[in-house]
């Protein structure tokens, strides 16, 4: 039997003059499980009377958050009320308004009174129902409402382009990919909004860095308590590797940043802190699933995604998930609401467990604006300072070239320093190490001097080093000395004695020229290194002992956060971030090494456009990356603008 057969039956005998009773849940349930929608989300409304009464029943059913699909029963005295088109303009309205999904108007059949049919849909342009009508009354006056984007449509493309899945992000599939996996985003923000949440509810999305993501990820959180996808409870889309399905999984961070890098965490702790979140906001008394966490479909503890260790760590976090079958997908209101409902959970998780979330407090505006300068999370920036404030306050940032290192350098020490970037702030100074740099001119030295009457004598004259330490006794207060290109000076002969005192800061050392000196421990060193210079092989041990090193990277995500900032044009688009990190990806292939990568500032301007794109690759990136391969003649010929961006 079709289902417009099984509608006809389920009417018939039916007293369609009010809304008493639950005489249509028998069609509810029919209809929903044809469309593939949990029966709460569709709801029916005798329409009886004049056509004007439609006003008054949308209006009713848009009162109820969870209906997305209206079928609204028509029993009108007069035949000229089925064709006003004030049916339409309502229904137009609910829809336009992000309402409804769609609107299907019923009435018997004019030529069969065994029969009733749908006359009229208006439904947005992604939703299944427009398929479901066109194959069971093909007769039907349909009204598509344009949407930019529906998030059944872009689940089903990236899991489509899962199954041609490449480690290659310039490829056509991973780029399909990619576009998709923006789309989601912004239509999650959109959700967002027309939800009320605040503005710190926000959604990101990861197609990978450098090589595309085996598993790719859109996630909404309240980035108050989860700023990033390794701290605390968020809910999160996941693809599986072979594209089969798809997860809305409420989830929590499964790796850890250390130096720049991800380590992941014990797969048996985040099982037992997902268990224990279940136990508290996810199950009942009973000890079974809450009811109203069914009404929009399965909920799931186990979520399948593949066989890498990144694939069991996101399993391991869930807490609690629906699933998406390929080619079964929910429609796009169903999916809203099955994020509705994770909502619910997560607001009680960040409200009652403060200590198994990352929540920023808001007291610390300073860091705050640090993080908007440097577009590093504020676990990142946490960590560098925790390092800046123990014994030996001490860091090197490394990474190769335009990973903006001398940039966050002087961020992080205008932070420390209680200044803003851009003053001239006496307690910060810079030195530039070069190859003919020594320990006369760092700490101290003779250095000649002509008297009024034509003597010369030699004096000694205190370097950086003993001025910030003699500044720091008279006056107190901290003071952060920068050491750029450090590695491309010989560090033992410039450091001399100090690499004593760097390790330990409560003790003096007689220098060559002044007894007793004592590196103040409140002079914080922040140096930068260029892994990509080929002294970097001669870095003493010793020193590397002395100083905490933190890798700087080329980031996509920076990139993207650099051009979130409204004053900053991307007129390139996603292409933009696909090469940037295909760029990479081949750069690290080639050469093995993440020290010879480009930096992500190469990429940043006011405005990035065509033109500038092909300027910077000329005179900077090119040029870069010959030097790279300056014995290797075949990766400088394959290594061209084209082969990243279609410009």
């Known amino acids: 039997m079709t289902l417009a057969s099984q509608l006809s039956a389920t009417l018939l005998g039916v007293d369609h003059s009010s809304n008493a009773g639950n005489k249509y849940d028998s069609l509810v349930e029919t209809f929903a499980e044809a469309l593939g929608v949990n029966p709460h989300e569709v709801l029916a409304k005798s329409i009886a009377g004049q056509a004007g009464i439609a006003s008054v029943r949308l209006g009713e059913a848009a009162n109820l958050t969870a209906t997305g699909f209206v079928l609204a029963i028509c029993n009108f005295e007069n035949e000229a009320d089925y064709l006003k088109s004030a049916l339409q303009e309502q229904a137009e309205s609910k829809v336009g308004q992000n309402r409804f999904e769609a609107v ?40 598509v409402m344009p949407t930019t984007c529906s998030l059944r449509v872009e689940i089903q493309q990236i899991l489509e382009s899962q199954q041609s899945y490449t480690h290659v992000a310039a490829s056509p599939q991973m780029r399909a990919r990619g576009a998709a996996l923006v789309n989601s985003r912004d239509q999650l923000n959109w959700e967002l909004r027309n939800l009320n949440k605040s503005t710190t509810w926000k959604s990101e999305y990861s197609n990978g860095q450098g090589n595309a993501a085996k598993i790719p990820w859109v996630r909404l959180a309240d980035f108050d308590y989860s700023p990033k996808g390794s701290e605390g409870f968020f809910l999160v889309f996941l693809f599986s590797e072979d594209g089969s399905k798809a997860f809305l999984s409420l989830n929590q961070g499964t790796t850890v940043q250390m130096g720049g890098q991800s380590t992941l965490l014990d797969r048996d702790d985040l099982r037992a802190k997902s268990a224990s979140m279940r136990q508290k906001y996810v199950y009942g008394s009973a000890g079974s699933l809450k009811p109203e966490l069914m009404l929009h479909g399965d909920l799931s503890e186990d979520i399948a995604l593949g066989d890498s260790d990144l694939a069991k760590q996101y399993a391991a976090g869930n807490v609690i998930a629906y699933e998406f079958p390929l080619n079964q997908i929910s429609a796009h209101h169903s999916i809203v609401c099955q994020i509705m409902t994770l909502i619910q959970i997560l607001e009680q998780i960040y409200k009652g467990e403060p200590q198994v979330v990352s929540k920023l407090d808001g007291t610390d505006s300073k860091l705050d604006d640090l993080m908007k ?200 688009g996603e292409d933009l971030f696909v090469g940037f990190a295909a760029l990479n990806a081949a750069l690290k292939e080639e050469i093995g090494d993440d020290g010879y990568l480009i930096g992500h500032s190469f990429f940043m301007t006011d405005r990035m456009d065509k033109e500038f794109l092909v300027s910077r690759w000329k005179h900077q990136i090119g040029p870069l990356i010959t030097e790279y391969f300056y014995d290797r003649q075949a990766p400088q010929l394959e290594f061209t603008l084209d082969r990243f961006w279609a410009i």
């Open 104 to 143: 299907l108007y019923m009435r018997k059949d004019p030529n069969d009174e065994t029969k009733w049919v749908v006359f009229l849909v208006v439904a947005k342009q992604y939703s299944p129902v427009l398929d479901l009508v066109a194959s069971e009354w093909p007769g039907c006056i349909t009204v």
């Open 373 to 572: 300068q440097t577009h590093w999370s504020k676990s990142e920036l946490e960590e560098v300072l925790a390092s800046l404030q123990d014994k030996s306050p001490q860091i090197i940032l490394e990474g190769p070239p335009g990973t903006g290192k001398t940039h966050i350098a002087k961020r992080i020490a205008h932070y420390l320093v209680g200044s803003t970037f851009g003053e001239n702030n006496p307690d910060v100074t810079i030195v530039q190490f070069h190859p003919s740099y020594g320990y006369e001119e760092f700490v101290e030295g003779l250095r000649p001097d002509v008297s009024d009457g034509g003597m010369i004598t030699f004096a000694n004259q205190p370097g950086p080093i003993l001025e910030i330490a003699d500044k720091i006794a008279s006056e107190g207060r901290p003071h952060v000395l920068i050491i750029d290109e450090l590695n491309r000076a010989n560090i033992p002969r410039v450091f001399g004695e100090l690499m004593y005192l760097l390790e330990y800061r409560d003790e003096s050392i007689d220098l060559m020229l002044r007894p007793n000196f004592v590196l103040p421990k409140e002079l914080y060193i922040i140096a930068t290194m260029n892994t990509a210079d080929k002294s970097i092989r001669l870095m003493d041990a010793a020193l590397r002992r002395r100083f905490d090193f933190f890798s700087v990277l080329p980031s996509v995500d920076i990139l993207k956060s650099f051009y979130d900032d409204s004053g900053n044009q991307n007129m390139i």
